[in-house]
């Protein structure tokens, strides 16, 4: 590890921090004192203050506990669901592979992030629906990964070797193969963190995400744009905190994949 | 030319392409029926009178069974009827052909101007490897691939249009205001078109005939000639699916610089609750995705005989 990856760490070491000890600072990240609206960056109020005279800095801090676990919950479940689709199509092949080949190109078809809008649009705000939407478009890159290094690994030596010894498939699947698949699911992982931290606050920006009064990064960056010609300073807190985390994940991904020594095809991001 | 066995094969793509749309079109039939409660409630209010209720419905045909609604739905799109917008009554067909030149317009200015980045720096940092414009490409690669557009574009109004004053804050009024969501859009993608174009020139220049072309002299310039054709492919059709995707409407870029895109309208109609809006213009994004990305298949395997047409 160099230097640089020991600050990636430790600024997302900072940040889950960060969201384990949100939901106790929230109520004082709430408080209003009209006498600071928009206060400039100070001593006191590191990042200055909003509209409403509430300390950015701490609501930059409550953010995470709403970015954090919406992107973990996303990426799990993702992981799950994406892993275990592809790793079965590839695994029992014939009709059942050529259907779910068609149901992830379906998915496919739709832009990602316009898809997980238009759901999150439709099924109306909240976190419970952007979890749900940005989950509908996050699987199938997890499942086309788990499928093709499935079939990869499925035709490798040591695989046959124990099919002719008569191990059973089972046995097969979790010992000899599921370890090599998982390692690039890993990468990806990683990677599908900081698009689900992005697509959060880009929904959150919105207006699709968590509700106000509570804060998340990309409902703060909603509420700085309205202020935009007065002040700007409000942006910079939730601006820098995205910028932080995603860029932290991104080059630890990288160090990773590179580790690893896997392909990584670039997504397009919204 | 394509031969029997690449007609074949267009024909599979072909094939491929319809079952997509309808899968696409069907899923949208269905994002109504998605809606928590009752869609009427959902438009209207609780309050609404049965009157007004059983008018919406019955203008939204949502009155009729759900396999009527369904031919109706498809006989509609047969015919480019589109249905009405709830609020304004403005049929959505219209709503959308008034939209779709400013989404394509800003579409075509974002990926050319990235084109226009990311070919020098590309080429710059590939024959450089290591050197102060290779380092200064990957920088920027990965913090413009790290920068979302909601963070870029606020950035970008305070100092050109606040600070300075060169261009509008938003909006659509003179040529100057694209200029400011053109930019935004192309950073990011500029960020992975030259990483792309990076790691395909380094695979090409690594190849025995560059090193025989070295070695007989050849220059820089001669050098690209020979390797970038070979490099472009996997470049340009990352670039076409970005146009595909950005022709549908850069929904949040769209938003930030009150661009009267596809995507500020979508974004309006999910805000307005108008529900037929909101099907119709993510039937017509993912349409024009699936059409696009199509078309680029088939351009690319006719361009490249390396690419199997399978």
Known sequence: MRNRDWVCL??????????????LILPTANTVDLTRMFARPQWALWLGADDLGRAI?????????????????????????????????????????????????????????????????????????????????GWVGFARLARAQTLSVKRREHVLVAEAMGVRPGHILMRHVWPLVLAPLLVEASFAFASAIAAEAGMSFLGLGVQPPTPSW???????????????????????????LVLSVQILGERLRAYLQFEHRETVRP | MPNFASIKAIGWRLACATVAILAVSLAVFCLIHLIPGDPIDAMLGEHATSTDRAALAHALGLDASLPTQLVRYYRGLLQFDLGRSVYTQQPIAAMLLERAPFTAVLAMSAVGLALLISIPLGILSALGPRSGWDRATLVLAVIGGAVPSFVIGPVLIVVFAVWLGWVPVSGAESARGLVLPAVTLSLGLSAILVRQLRSALRGVLGADYIRTATALGATPFELMRHALPNAALP??????????????????????????????????????????????????????YVLINTLLDLVYAWCDPRISWR
Do not use: K
């Open chain 1, 10 to 23: 430790t600024v997302i070491l900072a940040w889950l921090s960060g969201a384990a000890v949100a939901p």
């Open chain 1, 57 to 137: 800095a701490l609501r930059v801090i409550s953010g995470a506990g709403v970015s954090c676990p919406v992107a973990l919950v996303v990426v799990a479940i993702s992981f799950s669901v994406g892993s275990v689709f592809g790793i079965t199509c590839a695994w029992c092949g014939g009709r059942l592979d050529f259907i779910g080949m068609r149901v992830m190109d379906a998915c496919l078809a739709f832009p990602g992030i316009l898809l997980a809008i238009a759901l999150a649009g439709i099924m109306g705000p909240g976190l419970g629906n952007v979890v749900i939407a940005l989950c509908s478009i």
């Open chain 1, 218 to 244: 990309g409902s703060m960056l909603r509420e700085a744009a309205q202020f935009l010609l007065i002040a700007p300073h409000l942006m910079l807190g939730p601006a820098l905190a995205i910028v932080s």
């Open chain 2, 235 to 288: 470049v340009l059709s990352v670039a076409g699916t970005q146009l595909g995707v950005l022709m549908g409407g850069a929904v949040i870029t769209e938003t930030v610089f009150g661009w009267p895109g596809l995507g500020a309208l979508t974004i309006e109609a999910i805000q307005g609750r108008d529900y037929p809006v909101v099907q119709a213009c993510v039937l017509y994004i993912s349409l024009a």
